[in-house]
């Protein structure tokens, strides 16, 4: 049978745990061997070298051979294209990561690390696994959790549950310390402090003899952990070099690649730092970008290294404390705060926990306890095989219970199951209508049987069975796949209405009745997780005659693997709609985007703020000044993409909501008057072009339609980030219609005198250019025979004199009179054509001819 893994996919390092009852052969010698170390009611599946964590890096050679682990992570410190590491902060999203000599996608990395995980448990454990528990952060959005599932699918492993990280080990720390056993114990408070390689997760969990195990609330940052003090310690060394060029530009590959080695040595600085309060980093082997050979000998000392990230871990602790307030217990109320992740063996970490909540927290195998944690889930799960599914099977003293199911494309025939002790008993019974089978009280004897299944009376599949007597009490059967996030719809006035709190457990079905506040022929309803928009229903083609105010009833069903079902109903028209959202990967704008959609986010802060009765404001003043704050350092200094895209996203939904209270003319530019006057300007040109070019009109019409209809719906949402952006794209059309030679003609020449004066010169300097151009082109032309060379300076000077006549005569144009546009046009028309096109014919006039 396969086994059921549990897997902390982490952000630095990677661990597989399997529970300690499963079924492996030669358990014992393994464990002998080292190559499984019991941990518990788990075992921790050790890699060939023994240790129990593998780096999440993944390296590419030349000839596309993946080095995943440690190998690839070797790689950071030589020369060299850099592995790829700390991606799975990137997951749910479409930036690239370096991996040596190819570019991978956030998933296309965790897929490559799966496998490697997953070959070597297999290959350690003697046996398949097909089915995993895999461990997210509480923080990632639903599009990571997907993403992560949809890697463990590409990498040959169903993923039963994703596991939320502090929940894993909020489970592992309770059952190892006996929570679980005694029926009249008193109810225990933890708080859960899990802070990692590159994402922080808190919670709040309890234990209560008559609840079970609750998992109270969730607070954290997907993007904050041991990376963000690895590139504080290389900003900090950047700054102590001054003498080198340091500079970083993103897309790179030599930035990339001493940055890579610069993070290494940082990490090693920050592990010594947690247990020696000085270090120094070391290096003679890197260069600047200007190729200058760096020697790097800098003393660190800790408290030094507290004063870099001490913001980021006191923003932990208001995390902490925003989970306390959400569950609603004080830390008095706590019994234990468990430390979990490795950066939260910073010595900082306990300094500030303990100064805050008044006790001394308990780092409990940081590195380990969230695979174990997954492993106990994992326990309580079906193991199967490629025919039959097999229940948790839980001995009870001398006897066991066998239940399962004959998997569904394999009922066909009469079902029979057969079990088998390994004294030659033999028990029958046939399957019922769903497959599934039971025998009471199997007396248990060495714990080894086979389990047979017929079909019409032929054995289709024989599996091996070892059922080991658990020491301990029973894992709980924990709901693992909980929201992380509110989950609301937008309103008109761009308003969030909740629909599914953070923490609610899935599958879960949420029913809302909403009303319409405008009249249209399009429905659309817009779902938010927490404050980024992850997709839209929309019922189209809505009669007319639909007023405001119409009920509509949505329905929202979360499911397992985190699917979203969404439907919206009309119940006065009997019209529908149903849509399985699937969240896109978040593409990350470019820094040119973020940058600019950054200042218009602050630019709107700023006139809010203006508003000193703006109450909404004071209230939302702290969300929105952390993110811009950090926003604006990372666009400083371009660094950590993802991350700061992800800000500028939350940034704008809060000041979308602050916005709302206002007419759209009172911040939005350029004005409406504005964007009306240019979509009429860009109509009346289509005309002229459909007059002149009919099938080139109607691509031009389209856009401009496009463009007016997301004109509008920006404006009357108050978008202020998209009514820009659409602006930006009708002035470019503008530009590029004005730019057709027969419209711009056409256009000029229905301009005042001074504009005709001016465009007629600036033809009269491009003409005299061409003419030059023109004259030593031809003359260094093979083609030209040499009687035809000699002409050419000659022709040069007729072009020249006759194009001085015509500049003339532009200048003696009296502009007052009434009877100006009219000579401008006939010089034009008249004059300056002609000569423009002989110019563009010159070399025939030459005498131009192919030598033989």
Not at 26 to 53: C, M, Y
Not at 116 to 134: C, F, S
Not at 350 to 379: C, I, S, W, Y
Request: hydrophobic share 40%; with cysteine.
């Amino acid at each position: 049978m396969s086994i059921v893994a549990g897997i902390d996919l982490g952000t630095t390092n990677c661990c597989v745990a399997v529970p300690a009852d499963a079924d492996i052969p030669h358990r014992d010698e393994l464990i002998k061997q080292r190559r499984l170390r019991e941990f518990g009611s788990a075992l921790i599946v050790a890699n060939p070298d023994l240790s129990l964590t593998t780096p999440s890096a993944v390296w590419i050679t030349p000839d596309g051979t993946p080095l995943v682990g440690a190998r690839a992570k070797r790689k950071a410190r030589q020369p060299g294209s850099p592995p790829a590491m700390f991606f799975k902060r990137n997951m749910g999203t479409d930036q690239p990561v370096t991996a040596g000599h190819a570019t991978l996608t956030p998933l296309q990395a965790s897929v490559l690390l799966l496998r490697h995980l997953k070959a070597n448990a297999e290959q350690t454990l003697g046996a398949p696994i097909d089915r995993a528990v895999i461990t997210v952060p509480a923080y990632f959005e639903t599009s990571a959790k997907t993403q992560t599932t949809q890697a463990g699918a590409e990498a040959g492993l169903e993923v039963a549950e994703t596991l939320m990280e502090p929940v894993a080990a909020a489970l592992a720390h309770m059952y190892e310390n006996g929570q679980t056993t005694d029926p009249d114990a008193p109810g225990r408070r933890f708080l859960i402090y899990d802070l990692g390689g590159g994402t922080f997760d808190t919670s709040v969990v309890s234990w209560d003899p008559r609840e079970g195990f609750h998992s109270r609330s969730f607070d954290g940052d997907r993007y904050l952990g041991g990376y963000d003090f690895d590139q504080a310690i290389v900003d900090w060394v950047v700054t102590q070099l001054p003498v080198y060029d340091l500079r970083f530009q993103p897309g790179d590959p030599a930035d990339a690649e001493r940055v890579a080695r610069l993070l290494a040595l940082a990490e090693s600085a920050k592990h010594e730092l947690s247990r020696d309060t000085e270090t120094e980093i070391i290096s003679d082997d890197l260069e600047d970008r200007t190729g200058m050979p760096m020697s790097i000998n800098l003393p660190l000392s800790r408290p030094e290294f507290d004063a870099m990230i001490a913001e980021h871990i006191r923003g932990t602790i208001d995390h902490c404390a925003e989970a306390l307030d959400k569950a609603r217990v004080t830390a008095a109320e706590l019994d234990e705060i468990v430390l979990v992740g490795g950066s939260s063996r910073i010595p900082l970490v306990t300094d500030l926990l303990r100064e805050r909540f008044g006790l001394t927290p308990r780092l409990f195998h940081p590195e380990l306890v969230v695979a174990v944690g997954a492993a106990l889930k994992a326990a309580n799960l079906a193991t199967r095989g490629k025919v039959l599914e097999l229940e948790n099977l839980l001995p009870d003293g001398e006897f066991v219970d066998i239940a399962g199911r004959v998997l569904p494309d394999r009922t066909e025939g009469d079902i029979v199951v057969e079990v088998e002790s390994s004294d030659g008993t033999r028990l029958r019974e046939p399957i019922t209508d769903d497959g599934t089978f039971l025998f009471i009280e199997v007396p248990l004897g060495t714990g080894e049987f086979t389990i047979r299944v017929f079909a019409d009376a032929a054995e289709i599949a024989a599996e091996r069975l070892g059922i080991r007597a658990r020491s301990g009490p029973a894992v709980p059967d924990l709901a693992g796949d909980i929201l992380a996030h509110d989950f609301s719809v937008e309103l008109l006035d761009r308003q969030l209405c909740r629909v599914a709190k953070a923490g609610t457990k899935i599958p879960h079905r949420v029913y809302q009745r909403l009303e319409t506040a405008t009249r249209g022929s399009t429905l659309a309803v817009r779902l938010y997780e927490g404050w980024i928009p992850i997709g839209t229903v929309r019922i189209r083609d809505l009669p007319d005659r639909m007023d405001p105010g119409a009920t509509v009833e949505l329905t929202l069903e979360f499911a397992a693997g985190w699917t979203i079902h969404a439907s919206v109903r009309i119940p006065h028209l009997d019209r529908s709609a149903t849509a399985v959202i699937e969240i896109p990967v978040r593409e990350v704008a470019a820094w040119e985007q973020i940058r600019a959609r950054a200042t218009a986010v602050r630019a709107g802060w700023s006139q809010i703020r203006r508003e000193v009765h703006h109450t909404e404001a004071s209230k939302a003043a702290p969300e929105i000044e952390h993110r811009l704050t950090q926003l604006d350092a990372l666009v400083a200094r371009t660094q950590d993409q993802a991350k700061a895209h992800h800000l500028l996203l939350e940034a704008e939904t809060i000041l979308q909501g602050l916005l709302s209270s206002r007419g759209p003319d009172d911040y939005l530019e350029p004005p409406l008057t504005e964007f009306e006057r240019h979509v009429n300007e860009i109509g009346d040109v289509i005309l002229l072009i459909q007059r002149t070019d009919p099938a080139g009109a109607p691509p031009y019409r389209l856009r401009l339609d496009e463009l007016e209809i997301q004109g509008r719906t920006a404006y009357d949402a108050g978008d202020f980030v998209a009514w820009p952006r659409v602006n930006e794209k009708l002035a470019d059309l503008r530009q590029e219609v004005l730019q057709i030679p027969s419209i711009r003609e056409i256009v000029i020449m229905q301009q005042t005198p001074t504009v005709l004066r001016h465009w007629l010169r600036e033809r009269i300097d491009a003409t005299d250019t061409e003419i030059r151009r023109k004259h030593d082109e031809l003359r260094m032309d093979p083609r030209l025979e040499p009687e035809d060379v000699s002409k050419l300076p000659r022709q040069r000077e007729d072009f020249l004199a006759e194009l001085a006549v015509i500049a003339l005569s532009v200048d003696q144009v009296d502009g007052e009179r009434a009877s100006a546009p009219e000579q401008f046009r006939n010089i034009y028309h008249e004059r300056l054509e002609p000569l423009v096109r002989r110019v563009a014919s010159w070399g025939r006039e030459a005498g131009m001819r192919r030598s033989q």
